[in-house]
């Protein structure tokens, strides 16, 4: 699935002009904006624009060395067209840190059930398949790193009665960030979920992943981590395992809701074996919590089995307190970075409408790395400003 930069751009530039073709011929019949974004409309075809922008700041304290930074977290146009009752059209191009296609999918949607092709996150872990616009706090846990990300694919998943289940078979991303590392090799990926208790006053929630990944020859495996904080430094790395031959990857999920209350939490796994050398093992897990002390719910998606974030009730908004503990163990790498960390996050959320969001985290890393030498402790003081349409 090796294809250069330039042909990936091609594609993905080539969907967006045929996809925005149809926008701006449905113009002419049919035009609004709203909460949404730009919606075109044209007899059975529905096409809208939209967008995200997060913008941060930080303060960082590495072991005394201290750094203050700002960035454009992620500046991202998102094109949905539908095409009749079933069709679907997903394209998505993210413009920081060199720029990247996210999104890029044909897919066919049933009555309970949905068939895709093409560049999407592989179903695994309920923290990775859940939006950042929703996400509890400015970055995902420490265990994001086990999880596989975006693929070149052809998935589908089936929505039942209290659960749903979604898997595929991928290979390598068709497009990654600067600095982002890409993920190696072509395997499988199944998400399943079962909620026993929904009801808008409460919801239990289940889940378990399992991802199967085959190396080719001269392909490389690195699991690296920054501190919850994208403006932060690396602080831990297993660096450039070589001759990987297969992953297994394993994920368990709970979450309970019950009115403004959120709980959630993580366990991920992965075995890596070695064509040459000794195999390896890593893991990780987060519990966290989110109060909104206005009275607002988190809402649960029964067809992704992920919570999104409250609707505000009031004209002023809705505020969140939070609150995640997390841990990540790369050991057995060997590697002098490698090693364990553990995260202590506090967070707060002002909810300003369905568009907007101000957030501020403080994260609190410790670093056990093997090398003694570079053990430390990392604090981040960081806010975002976020806008979604």
């Known amino acids: 699935m090796t294809m250069t930069k330039n042909m990936r ?22 035009f609004s904006a709203g909460a949404n974004g730009l919606e075109f409309e044209s007899g059975a075809v529905r096409a809208t624009l939209g967008g995200r922008v997060h913008l941060d700041a930080a303060s960082v304290d590495d072991g005394g060395t201290n750094t203050d930074d700002e960035e454009v977290r992620r500046a991202r146009l998102e094109l949905a067209v539908r095409f009749g009752d079933n069709w679907r059209l997903r394209v998505d191009r993210e413009f920081t840190n060199g720029g990247a296609w996210r999104n890029l999918w044909l897919g066919y949607a049933g009555e309970d059930f949905n068939i895709k092709a093409g560049n999407f996150i592989a179903p695994f872990s309920m923290e990775d398949v859940g939006s950042s616009n929703d996400t509890m706090f400015m970055e995902r846990s420490l265990v994001q790193a086990l999880a596989p990300g975006f693929g070149v694919g052809v998935g589908g998943s089936y929505e039942g009665r209290h659960f749903s289940i979604a898997g595929g078979y991928f290979g390598d991303a068709i497009d990654v960030e600067d600095n982002i590392q890409a993920e190696k090799g072509d395997g499988v990926a199944v998400r399943a979920t079962w909620s026993p208790v929904e009801r808008r006053s409460n919801t239990f929630h289940l889940g378990l992943g399992l991802e199967r990944r085959e190396f080719g020859n001269g392909d490389v495996r690195r699991i690296s981590t920054g501190p919850e904080a994208s403006l932060a430094p690396t602080i831990l790395s297993t660096g450039s395992i070589a001759n990987p031959d297969t992953s297994t990857g394993y994920n368990l999920e709970a979450a309970y809701s019950v009115g403004p209350v959120l709980l959630q939490g993580q366990f991920v796994s992965t075995e890596l074996q070695r064509s040459v050398g000794a195999d390896l093992g890593f893991d990780g897990y987060y519990a966290q919590t989110g109060w909104i002390i206005t009275g607002e719910r988190h809402e649960y998606g029964d067809a992704t089995g992920v919570f ?32 364990e960390a553990d995260d202590v996050t506090a967070g707060v959320n002002w909810y300003i409408g369905r568009n907007f969001r101000l957030a501020a985290n403080y994260v609190h890393s410790e670093v056990d790395a093997i090398n003694p030498a570079l053990d430390r402790d990392v604090d981040t003081v960081q806010a975002r400003a976020q806008v979604d349409f």
């Open 308 to 339: 999104r974030g409250p609707r505000p009730r009031n004209a002023w908004g809705a505020l969140e307190l939070a609150a995640r503990y997390s841990s990540l163990d790369l050991s057995e790498a060997g590697a002098p970075n490698s090693g």
């Open 9 to 30: 751009d091609l594609m993905g530039a080539a969907a967006v002009c045929w996809a925005l073709g149809l926008g701006a011929a449905q113009a002419e019949e049919g």
